[in-house]
């Protein structure tokens, strides 16, 4: 029996739009895999009701099916599903770690975050492999079609989860699919100005490089009152506010120790537009 535990995650940073990942100390899953003939699936904890524990319809099972490695696979969720906080993710990459291991499979850290992907991509129809890498690797990642790139980096996060429900085929939608030039520069420089941050472990440059940008920005107006929670975020001593992959999760970067009052700002503001939301103080894990 093999027991690995998968941290919830947060895509795209607003310049890195299905390219930047990093992984966080929490939430998280715990997966348990067990050899057996054939594979069975046991979801406990938050969300359970909307996870299928058909092994076809679940990322865990899909991942056990691509490496022949049938067990009985117990998921305990800590990473709401439908958070943009990776939960699907989350559960694929534990599995994909944990069935290496359980039948010494031998893969590399960068090929198993491609079987994970795989898994995500036969359950949500499409692979970004931008959750699933930080949960494998930790710390932030870069990925590309070919290359996946990991930096360990140590920065303060709030992750804010408002109880509203943004689907991720609706977020996609309201990408925009071209730019202009002046958009263009702009992100290249605000994901170039974090990835800087990410290596100095600077939360002031990492959070100007969430501030601006073309495409995710464009997911802003599926959060009620994500305006004036990243304004209270802000004013909180956050040094940047985004939406969290595809939603409805918002992510704050914020100083050493700064965790506790852009929290309850955030939580502040989202009760004054009548929406429940609860607030996970943590850092880049
Ligand atoms: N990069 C993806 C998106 C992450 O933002 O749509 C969610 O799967």
Redesign the pocket.
Known sequence: MVTVRAPATS??LGSG??VFGLALERPADVVRVERADETTIEVTGVGRQYIPENPAKNTAGVVAEELDAPAHIEIDKGVRPSS?L?SS?ASAAAAAVALNELYDCGLTPTELVRVAAEG?AAV?G?A?A??VAPAILGGFTIVTDEDVTQVDASIPIVACLPEIVVS?RD??QV?PQSVGIGELVGTVGDAATLTAGMFRDDPELVGKGLRNNSL?GAREPLIKGFDAVRESALSAGATGVAVS??GPSVLAVCREGGQGSVASAMLDAFFDVDVEARAYQTSIG
Request: charged share 25%; glycine share 16%; proline share 0%.
């Open positions: 895509a795209n739009f299905d943009g990776g993710a995500e949500s499409e970004h931008d959750n991720t977020a996609r990408v995710t992959g595809a």
